[in-house]
């Protein structure tokens, strides 16, 4: 099968997303830009195609997908009851990365919600995914576009990494703006609860509607005994080949300094995800008269080079959201045996250092790959 991509052109042409609309009504799989990963889309009202997703993929049948809809007019199309929270959450967060789940109808594709009573909802508010809502007329289900256990993908090439030749239709429209997959919460639950962290977190929520949310790490008696009540976060996720190492800020070292002495001890093929205002207080150091050797003398002794991954100005927590599954897959092309990246701290942060923490930490894996 040849992948035909298409390019999105600004301002956006309706036309062209009339093909692949139109694919997906029928039954295909079409990969597509949202604002926070690219999806591998599927229409939710078809049995046969939302399997074709899993297979694709590798992914396990336990694990449901969000359905993606254009607006809270839609949401009846596979929610059987709406719980009050969600127009007021929807006001203030949608369209946008929040995904509600909620009381599913019964006539919707179990493989949708891998038999569960709840359905996932999102309204993405990229205007790409939205022009193929709305070409397509189904509710589309949209996993992120990558093959099960690998990084998310943020650009059209990723999508390409793992499903050229197996998809009609790619829709490249450069980079996600998020990076990171939505922010998932349970309105079935009282008081309602993050299933999966995101951009929006819980204390966004609780600022903007006075609705309060219990972190996701707060787990209730039942989820400790039984099933995760969000069935991929148990999963192993967003792993590179290359061994992940999180550098953080010490209280008497900064960001550079913590670098510098992680890459002081090892000989190994090294990566580094950073800042460029980090690295070049890093290079700084390296080529320094107060260091024993110069930056030459030392990158021959490694005899393999630092391999570099950096984003634009200073230490930024969205810039480096924005870049992270990139950065994970371009130094893993790269064949190096250990990225070393940089860690955040506080609330705001909790996403990043999830997706960063199943990168790094392999003790954390359970199950098959999801
Ligand atoms: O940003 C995103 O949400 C992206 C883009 C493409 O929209 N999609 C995405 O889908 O990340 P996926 O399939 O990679 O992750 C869906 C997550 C999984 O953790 C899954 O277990 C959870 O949502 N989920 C889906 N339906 C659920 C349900 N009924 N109850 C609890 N969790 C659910
Ligand atoms: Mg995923």
Not at 272 to 292: G, V
Request: charged residues 25%; hydrophobic residues 40%.
């Amino acid at each position: 099968m040849n992948t035909e991509i298409i390019l999105v052109k600004h301002p956006l042409d309706p036309a062209s997303f009339r093909r692949p609309g139109q694919a997906l009504a029928s039954g295909r799989i079409v990969g597509f830009p949202t604002e926070t990963v690219y999806g591998l889309g599927a229409s939710a009202l078809l049995p046969d195609a939302v399997r074709e997703i899993f297979r694709l993929k590798g992914r396990p049948t336990d694990n449901p997908l969000i359905v993606h809809l254009l607006s809270a007019a839609d949401v009846n199309q596979v929610a059987e009851s709406i719980p009050d929270a969600f127009h007021t959450l929807y006001e203030a967060f949608s369209p946008g990365p929040l995904t509600y789940v909620m009381p599913r109808r019964p006539d919707i594709p179990d493989e949708v919600t891998a038999g569960l009573s709840t359905v996932a909802v999102r309204f993405p508010s990229q205007p790409a995914a939205r022009a193929l809502l709305e070409a397509a007329g189904v509710p589309v289900v949209a996993p992120s576009a990558n093959l099960s256990g690998r990084p998310s993908p943020t650009r059209a090439r990723h999508v390409l990494d793992d499903f050229a030749g197996r998809i009609p239709f790619l829709i490249d429209d450069g980079p996600c703006e998020v990076g990171l997959e939505s922010t998932v919460i349970d309105l079935t639950s009282d008081p309602i609860r993050i299933l999966r962290p995101g951009k929006i977190t819980a204390g966004n929520i609780f600022e903007q509607t006075g609705i309060p949310v219990v972190s996701w790490q707060e787990k209730t008696d039942k989820e400790k005994n039984g099933r995760p009540s969000s069935p991929g976060t148990k999963y192993r996720h967003y792993a590179p080949r290359a061994r992940v190492v999180i550098v953080l800020p010490g209280t008497d070292a900064t960001i550079a300094e913590a670098f510098l002495t992680e890459i002081d001890k090892e000989r190994a093929s090294i990566g580094l995800f950073l800042s460029e205002e980090t690295w070049d207080a890093i290079r700084e150091r390296l080529t320094s008269q107060s260091c024993h050797e110069d930056w030459a003398e030392r990158e021959k002794k490694r005899q393999v080079p630092l391999n570099l991954y950096t984003y634009e100005g200073g230490r930024d927590l969205t810039r480096a959201m924005h870049h992270l599954f990139d950065a994970l897959r371009t130094l893993d092309m790269r064949a190096v045996d250990i990225i070393y990246a940089e860690g955040f701290d506080g609330e705001e942060a909790t996403a990043y250092m999830d997706r960063l923490s199943k990168a790094a930490d392999v003790s954390e894996m359970t199950g098959e790959p999801g």
